[in-house]
């Protein structure tokens, strides 16, 4: 059975542990420096997890909460433990905690790793919206990334995608695009 623990702050005891995943597992244009996630942690719509197997720490897990969906940020799962379906356990378990659509982006399938992610996706019945969507750069001077949205709810999602990409650009990206 996986265990979320909720990481706070970097003194949490797994913290460490679970910021060399986040470091590894996610390209560095793809996540936040050391200090913006040490300040997210602060945020109450941010929600950060190690996740935990027979008390072994096996990945990690942050979303947001919105009022009107959750958005999926980062989900990783040690590279050694992979294919070990825990990466299904802990998703399945989460689905079934949450009462909103869940939102998540993902890669464009141009390499066989993004395929392989979008199909973990799919086998959990999300699916990829067709509206164009560039995620905004963490660091400012960075360059957005085209990426897709992922919903567990599509109708849903395609009947508020601009407030969907709103909410995760301000809320998330701390982006205002210019008008």
């Known amino acids: 059975m996986i265990d979320f623990k909720r990481m706070?702050?970097?003194?949490?005891?797994?913290?460490?542990?679970?910021?060399?995943?986040?470091?590894?597992?996610?390209?560095?244009?793809?996540?936040?420096?050391?200090?913006?996630?040490?300040k997210e942690l602060n945020?109450?719509?941010?929600?950060?997890?190690?996740?935990?197997?027979?008390?072994?720490?096996?990945?990690?897990?942050?979303y947001w909460n919105f009022e009107k969906f959750i958005y999926i940020e980062h989900f990783a799962?040690?590279?050694?433990?992979?294919?070990q379906y825990l990466g299904t356990e802990a998703l399945k378990s989460f689905l079934e905690k949450v009462?909103?659509?869940?939102?998540?982006?993902v890669e464009m399938?141009?390499?066989?790793?993004a395929k392989r992610r979008i199909e973990f996706y799919h086998r959990h019945e999300f699916v990829e919206l067709q509206n164009y969507y560039l995620q905004p750069p963490y660091e400012s001077g960075g360059f957005p990334i085209p990426m897709q949205l992922m919903s567990n709810d599509y109708e849903f999602a395609k009947n508020n995608f601009e407030t969907i990409k709103q909410t995760i650009y301000l809320e998330v990206y701390h982006f205002k695009p210019e008008v």
């Open 8 to 38: 706070q702050s970097s003194s949490d005891a797994f913290f460490q542990q679970f910021y060399r995943l986040y470091s590894s597992a996610f390209p560095e244009n793809e996540r936040r420096s050391l200090q913006d996630l040490e």
């Open 43 to 62: 945020n109450p719509n941010y929600h950060a997890y190690v996740l935990m197997n027979k008390n072994r720490f096996v990945g990690i897990f942050n």
């Open 77 to 83: 799962i040690e590279e050694k433990l992979r294919s």
């Open 109 to 113: 399938p141009n390499t066989d790793a």
């Open 99 to 105: 009462n909103l659509p869940v939102i998540l982006e």
